[in-house]
């Protein structure tokens, strides 16, 4: 039944208002099934989530990320990001409104941590619309 849920909400039969609830059902199914273990049994599951994270891939599925990607068009970008193009994440510090703040807060915050200077070489690998070469530029 799941399944033919899914299908019917890939093909656009279903509201978004209805996936959300659909999915808000879900998770609280999940928590329930998760919170009724005993505290070692809680614990041996974080252990091995742990675990999994540090000796599984940085990355699953990049081939079908990027393939999502690139059938997109560019204006599909032009309209749901910031005027920086941004979309690996944006930060929002106290006071930021708009999304071109808050991706120009992200880039400022990567910058400062890389700690990059005039001067210095730098080679950016796959970072979609060159977002921080342009800023790096400026």
């Not at 299908?7 to 209805?18: L, T």
């Not at 690996?88 to 703040?101: E, I, M, R, V």
């Amino acid at each position: 039944m799941l399944s033919k849920l899914i299908d019917a909400m890939e093909q656009g039969m279903i509201p978004d208002k209805g996936i959300r609830l659909g999915i808000q059902q879900l998770l609280r199914k999940r928590l329930w099934e998760l919170e009724k273990d005993s505290l070692s049994a809680r614990k041996d599951r974080m252990h091995r989530y742990v675990q999994d994270l540090r000796s599984g891939d940085l990355a699953v599925f990049t081939r079908e990320a990027n393939e999502q990607h690139y059938e997109l068009p560019p204006e599909f970008f032009l309209k749901c990001l910031g005027s920086h193009l941004k979309y690996s994440c944006a930060y929002w510090p106290s006071g930021t409104k708009t999304l071109d703040q808050a991706e120009e807060a992200a880039l400022n915050l990567t910058m400062e941590r890389a700690q990059i200077q005039d001067g210095m070489r730098i080679l950016e690998l796959g970072c979609g619309w060159g977002s921080l070469t342009l800023a790096l530029a400026k």
